[in-house]
C-alpha cells in the first residue's frame, strides 16, 4: 500500500505515526513539514505561557538548557537543530520514536546517550491534560535538563542500571519467581524515574526549585507542586520512593527532595547496589501496572551479552 502524507502532527491524530507503527518502525525521522499552523500555534501557547512559570519555578540548570538549546518560542522546534547545540555539552541527542518505547528499550537509549522524543504535538485547544507524552513534553520538559552534564551523568547512570537488573534476576531458575522479581524490580525502577526524573524538587537556597519534566512542561502543576500546602514534600529516600505508588491522571499529593544532582546521583548508586543485594525484589505493589511489553523487554535482556559500558563517572 502506498504511503500517503498528511500536514498535520497532532497527537493521536497523525497518520505519519499511524502508518509507522504500522510497519513496526518505533526509530523513524522527523517529517518537518508536516507539522501544520494548528502545531506551531500549540507550541506557541505552550511555550508563551510556561516561560514565566519556568523563571520563577524551574531550576538553574533548567532555565540554562533552556536558553542553550536556543529554543525558538514560536515554532516547534526541529530536533537536528536541539541536537546541534545538545551534543556538543553533554553528547545526549533526541531521537524521534514513533510512539511507545519498551522499558529496557528506553533506559538503554539512556546508557547510549539518546533520548527517545515524540514529534506529534497535543492539539492547540487542549493544552492542560494528555496521558501520553508529545514534542512540549519532550523537548520543552526534558530535554534542557539534558544541557547539564552533572544531570546527563544520572540519566546514562540509570540507564546503566537496567542492565544491573536485567542481570539481577538470572541466578533465579524458576520462570514464574525470575518474572515476579523482574516485576518488581521493574515497578521499583518505574517509581524512582517518576519522582525524581519526571517530578522531582531540588532544594534551592532557602526554598525549592523544580527539575521534573512532568512538573517543567505542566502549567498548573509547577506552581502546585512549589506552592500548594496540599502537597506533601520529603527529602528523598530511597525505601520510600520504590514502595509508593503513584497516578498519573491528577496533581501528585507526595513529591520527594534532592539536595543536588550529585545527590541524585549518588541515589542511583544506591538504587544498584540494592538490586544487586536483592533487596527491589518484592517491593510493594501497586501502581505502576507492570505490562507485558515492558516486563519481556527485561527478560529477553537478560539472556543477552553485554555491550560495553557507556562512559560516565565511576
Not at 496521558?131 to 540519566?155: Q, W
Request: charged share 20%; hydrophobic share 35%; glycine share 6%.
Amino acid at each position: 500500500m502506498p504511503t500517503v502524507t498528511f500536514a498535520d502532527l497532532t497527537t493521536t491524530q497523525a497518520p505519519f505515526i499511524e502508518q509507522a507503527q504500522h510497519d513496526g518502525q518505533l526509530f523513524i525521522y522527523q517529517p518537518y513539514e508536516q507539522y501544520s499552523e494548528r502545531n506551531h500555534e500549540a507550541w506557541r501557547k505552550l511555550y508563551s505561557r510556561m516561560l514565566p512559570r519556568w523563571q520563577r519555578y524551574a531550576n538553574p540548570a533548567f532555565q540554562r538548557g533552556v536558553q542553550s538549546l536556543c529554543l525558538d518560542p514560536n515554532a516547534v522546534p526541529k530536533l537536528e537543530d536541539v541536537n546541534r547545540f545538545l551534543q556538543p555539552l553533554t553528547g545526549f541527542q533526541a531521537k524521534p520514536v514513533s510512539g511507545y518505547v519498551p522499558a529496557f528499550l528506553f533506559f538503554d537509549c539512556l546508557r547510549n546517550r539518546e533520548f527517545p522524543t515524540t514529534i506529534t504535538i497535543r492539539d492547540a485547544d487542549r493544552l492542560d491534560y494528555l496521558p501520553e507524552p508529545d514534542i512540549f513534553h519532550d523537548v520543552a520538559g526534558h530535554v534542557p535538563m539534558h544541557t547539564d552534564r552533572a544531570f546527563a551523568e544520572t540519566l546514562v547512570r540509570f540507564g546503566e542500571c537496567a542492565h544491573t537488573a536485567a542481570d539481577a534476576v538470572d541466578g533465579i531458575s524458576d520462570p514464574q519467581k525470575r518474572a515476579a522479581a523482574m516485576t518488581s524490580i521493574i515497578r521499583a525502577m518505574a517509581r524512582f524515574f517518576w519522582f525524581t526524573i519526571e517530578f522531582g524538587l531540588m532544594r534551592s537556597g532557602n526554598g525549592i526549585s523544580v527539575y521534573g519534566s512532568g512538573l517543567l512542561s505542566s502549567y498548573g502543576e509547577i506552581h502546585h507542586s512549589v506552592e500548594s500546602p496540599e502537597v506533601q514534600r520529603y527529602p528523598l529516600q530511597l525505601e520510600w520512593v520504590i514502595n509508593q505508588g503513584f497516578e498519573i491522571d491528577h496533581y501528585q499529593p507526595l513529591l520527594f527532595i534532592v539536595d543536588s544532582f550529585e545527590h541524585l546521583y549518588e541515589s542511583v548508586h544506591e538504587l544498584e547496589r540494592w538490586m544487586k543485594d536483592g533487596r527491589l525484589n518484592n517491593v510493594a505493589p501497586g501502581e505502576p501496572a507492570v505490562n507485558e511489553r515492558d516486563l519481556e523487554s527485561f527478560l529477553k535482556a537478560s539472556h543477552q551479552p553485554r555491550s560495553g559500558r557507556s562512559l560516565s563517572r565511576s
